[in-house]
């Protein structure tokens, strides 16, 4: 079954084009990965599939359809934003930001009760936070507030899940946690994964697929790709290496900088 279909789309902003006819197609149990240099329209992208922003041109469909149009599919996505920081003062509480991921399951009108709130813990409790349910979100580090993201996007059992950079700013023994638990939902639910990130090599073992958008080109399809030396000089416009460790291949980007 395709969960998510982008047809041919462009996107960018004021008419100028970020991304051009690109096309894939998600279906169960995939695991996608959304690379390239920065700038090149991976948060515009999901942006799109969330239907926060309208294509110049094509057509996104999610779980059969057209995202601009009002259907309820779009609440059975799990979303975790790139990185934003909650302003210090942000008068939330970890354990409310977890709960509003229960509004689109309730309804509106619905307050979380004790199940909920249990439900809840148990999912900060998985990401080593159970501790941190009363610190106002806002006063967490990076990390930390990365996690209470994940946990709120899973709280409403989503039948796909898209995370922009998820790791981004985590420590290692947390990246890895953060990676364990969306490995464990992937290969539990079997729901598709779109994750957006810089380094591929933490989840090179769950990837089907990839989307490798650069400035004025793009590549999609199985994640042979990923290993295209070709494909990815063309993609960051430098050489990339590609090493083999014990049977594993690891992707070597280097820092890049667009000037
Ligand atoms: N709201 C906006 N209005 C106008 N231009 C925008 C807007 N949001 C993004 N852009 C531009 O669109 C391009 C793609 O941005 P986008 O945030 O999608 O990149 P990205 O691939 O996610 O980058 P990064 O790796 O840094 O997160 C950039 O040139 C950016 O400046
Ligand atoms: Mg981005």
């Known amino acids: 079954m395709k969960i998510i279909e982008v047809k041919d789309v462009s996107l960018g902003y004021n008419g100028k084009a970020v991304v051009e006819g690109l096309s894939f197609d998600v279906e169960e ?47 059975m996505i799990g979303y975790v934003p790139q990185m934003e920081k909650f302003d210090p003062n942000f008068p939330a509480r970890v354990m409310d930001v ?40 806002g006063k967490l580090s990076g990390g930390q507030q990365r996690k209470a993201l994940l946990a709120r996007a899973l709280f409403a059992e989503p039948r796909a899940l898209i995370l922009d950079e998820p790791t981004s700013g985590v420590d290692i023994v947390s990246q890895e946690k953060l990676i364990e638990l969306i490995e464990k939902v992937y290969r539990e639910k079997g729901l598709p994964v779109l994750f957006v990130t810089h380094n591929v090599n933490p989840i090179l073992h769950l990837i089907t697929n990839a ?14 790709i990923l290993f295209d030396r070709k494909i990815l000089r063309e993609i960051y416009g430098k050489e990339i290496e590609i090493v083999s460790q014990e049977g594993r291949k690891y992707i070597i980007t280097g820092d890049y900088h667009h000037a």
């Open 98 to 137: 977890v709960l509003t991921g229960s509004y689109n399951k309730l309804g509106a009108f619905k307050m979380p009760g004790k199940k909920e709130r249990e439900r809840a813990l148990e999912l900060l409790r998985w990401l080593g936070m159970e501790e941190l349910a009363d610190h106002p979100i």
């Open 29 to 75: 149990k995939d695991f996608w990965t959304i690379v390239g240099p920065n700038g090149t329209g991976k948060t515009t992208l999901i942006k799109a599939i969330l239907g926060l922003i309208k294509p110049i041109k094509g057509k996104i469909l999610v779980f059969g359809c057209p995202v601009q149009k009002v259907c309820r599919h779009r609440k």
């Open 211 to 224: 989307v490798l958008l650069g400035f004025g080109k793009h590549a999609a399809g199985s994640r042979e």
